[in-house]
């Protein structure tokens, strides 16, 4: 079934064809939407051997594409990316969705290695790995929806349902208005209707919405905010009753806003950039919309504006790579700590699926994650909205041009038992170095699992930041560390990964020069002098506040070797000196192997007595306390600095 979904939310002109470089009938016809038609010209333009430059050929494939002849698209996409530079990254996501169409997995992949290391990698290619793994495995085969269809859809396109007290506000390009016929689909402009929605979901026939001015041109999209009353939606662009084009010849849609008690006001209205799915979040006092910005990442991204009292108080801001994409995303809904949105990326089920990101705190946002199989199709899935059942569980609606509906787009209805999306979990942060957070890049950030297998590796960026993003486990162990570094390593349970969701993760990482300090021609763990009572050699509390730093440093750096040196003054008797020195170097190294320093780290535990006096205190020589203290030491000597410094 072939989808109405352009007439909400792509180029709206009845003289777009004006601004666009038309050398050809083939490019009449591409730019006035008549695709088959235009296929039709290219090809016959190619059998009279006709010059068409790429350009055109491009508009082939994008008429190929927009017909479903997917095959003959792809080949034209792959010989133009692979032989010239004028592909956009919107027409580069056409053409993996192409190959994804005709099942050439494997040439998407090899594709999107390609280009590793380049503008088109980074949060794209770690949000296709991850739902490409998502929905390869079995946690979304339902995924818990109940689906329903409404009675109250018609054979026009129906869609963008929205909330609107106990009622549900839609979209609809039913002729039951008088309005004018949209020349690129041949249905009535789009209007707002009105049902009456019952306990269980169901609604009643469909009546116009009077709230909103009339008008004879599109009207649609709408949001209602319970918090204030005003109703947000999409309308053309007018001048006195009639549609208002820019220097180009092109009409857009602009965002207006009816108050609770029937004022109207545009809020964002350019007469060459259209506006789509207006959402109003209370909480953040954030309106949220799509737009076809020239500083898209591809076709129509989703932006934001801060408000105050129904005020537009910033310009519009790109919720960036990690939610937009080469594609088209539209429809955003905010729920939950969560925004739903929309988006024909190439690494989705079919057309427009959905998707579902966590709000993370620093403003930032998690990997979208498809929904999967339980709601989206090989279709159009857009138009999501969900809330709290009155009853139990979670309800909402979505609007989709799948097979057995009744009209182009319809409106369905489901419910579910809880949150929808696969639960993940996010690490996020930066690692520095101390003792001033110098970033540290190239740091290896690997998550593992209960029995230590490396579930995701990356690696932090220039500015030290990081952030890694998996399906949810009760327990793992985080693992950071860089060569010449030390490693930090944590394990955590589900109350701890709950609190490490709260806020970014610091970690530090120090140099082995960070705890290592030159003694005597060595180089040795810097520690604080500690001293044993004399004549014994159990470890008191202060002692093992120190040697605990040596099982800390094991820990940061697990290829550390060692030595222990432990040294008495002159002061007794030579071999009871001797005696005592051996003793609390086994000690010590008894106290390191219990508390987890493996065998092997230490490579010899000797006791020297006072054969190493570090100055002139030797026997016989009156000394200052203060003087006899500098030789009773312990020293850690590593054995392997120059490997671990290197």
Request: hydrophobic share 30%.
């Amino acid at each position: 079934m072939k989808s109405r979904l352009v007439i909400a939310f792509f180029f709206i002109s009845t003289a777009f064809c004006l601004s666009q470089e038309i050398n050809s009938r083939g490019d009449k016809f591409f730019y006035t939407y008549a695709y088959e038609d235009a296929i039709e010209a290219y090809e016959k333009q190619l059998q009279q051997g006709e010059a068409m430059s790429n350009f055109q050929r491009l508009n082939l494939a994008d008429s190929y594409f927009k017909t479903g002849e997917y095959d003959k698209a792809s080949k034209i996409y792959l010989d133009i990316n692979k032989n010239d530079s004028i592909m956009s990254d919107h027409r580069f996501n056409k053409m993996l969705q192409s190959l994804a169409k005709i099942s050439e997995t494997d040439q998407v992949k090899a594709v999107l290695k390609s280009k590793k290391g380049t503008s088109f990698a980074g949060e794209l290619l770690e949000n296709a790995e991850f739902n490409d793994e998502v929905l390869n495995s079995d946690d979304t085969e339902s995924a818990g929806f109940f689906i329903f269809s409404l009675n109250s859809n018609s054979s026009e396109a129906d869609n963008a349902p929205s909330f609107y007290k106990n009622d549900l506000l839609f979209s609809s390009s039913r002729k039951t208005r008088s309005k004018k016929i949209y020349g690129p689909s041949g249905d009535a402009y789009l209007d707002i209707y009105k049902v009456t929605k019952d306990p269980n979901g169901s609604l009643s026939e469909a009546s116009p919405f009077g709230r909103i001015p009339n008008s004879e041109f599109h009207k649609s999209t709408p949001y209602y905010s319970e918090s204030t009353g005003d109703i947000y939606y999409i309308l053309s662009n007018t001048e006195d009753n009639n549609l208002a084009f820019d220097e180009k010849g092109k009409n857009a849609l602009s965002i207006g806003m009816v108050s609770e008690n029937g004022a109207f006001r545009f809020l964002l209205k350019d007469l060459s950039t259209s506006f789509y799915y207006p959402f109003y979040n209370a909480e953040s006092g954030r309106l949220y919309f799509s737009a076809n910005f020239e500083d898209s990442y591809g076709g129509t991204d989703i932006y934001y504006v801060d408000m105050n009292n129904g005020q537009v108080m910033s310009q519009p801001i790109n919720l960036g790579p990690r939610i937009n994409s080469p594609g088209n995303e539209i429809a955003p809904y905010v729920f939950d700590n969560s925004i739903y949105f929309s988006s024909d990326v190439f690494y989705g089920m079919g057309g427009m699926d959905i998707y579902r990101s966590n709000l993370l705190p620093d403003n930032g946002f998690s990997i979208p994650v498809n929904l999967g199989k339980g709601i989206n199709t090989k279709y159009d899935e857009f138009g999501f909205i969900i809330k709290q059942n009155q009853e139990e569980g979670l309800m909402g609606y979505f609007s989709s041009n799948r097979s057995g509906g009744k009209g182009g787009d319809d409106i369905y209805g489901f419910k579910i038992s809880e949150k929808p999306g696969l639960q993940t979990l996010i690490f996020r942060g930066k690692v520095v170095k101390p003792p001033y957070d110098q970033s540290l890049s190239d740091a290896s950030i690997k998550v593992l699992d209960g029995d230590g297998n490396v579930l995701k590796e990356v690696f932090s960026g220039a500015n030290g930041a990081y952030q890694l993003e998996i399906p949810y486990h009760p327990v793992v162990t985080l693992e950071v560390s860089k060569e010449t570094f030390s490693r930090f390593t944590e394990t955590y349970n589900p109350k701890g990964l709950k609190e490490l969701e709260k806020t970014p993760l610091k970690i530090e990482l120090s140099s082995i020069a960070d705890i290592v300090e030159e003694k005597e021609g060595k180089m040795v763990l810097n520690l604080k002098d500690f001293f044993f009572v004399s004549g014994q050699s159990n470890l008191t509390p202060d002692i093992t506040m120190e040697i605990d730093k040596v099982v800390d440093a094991v820990k940061k750096f697990p290829k550390l070797k060692f030595s222990i040196e432990t040294h008495t003054d002159s002061r007794g008797g030579r071999s009871s000196n001797q005696r005592i020195s051996e003793q609390r170097s086994a000690a010590i190294k008894a106290y390191l192997l219990k508390n987890g320093v493996p065998s092997e780290t230490i490579t010899s535990s000797k006791g020297f007595g006072e054969d190493k006096i570090v100055n002139n205190c030797t026997d016989g020589v009156y000394c200052l306390d203060f003087l006899h203290k500098q030789n009773l030491r312990t020293l850690f000597v590593v054995e392997n600095y120059d490997e671990l410094s290197q």
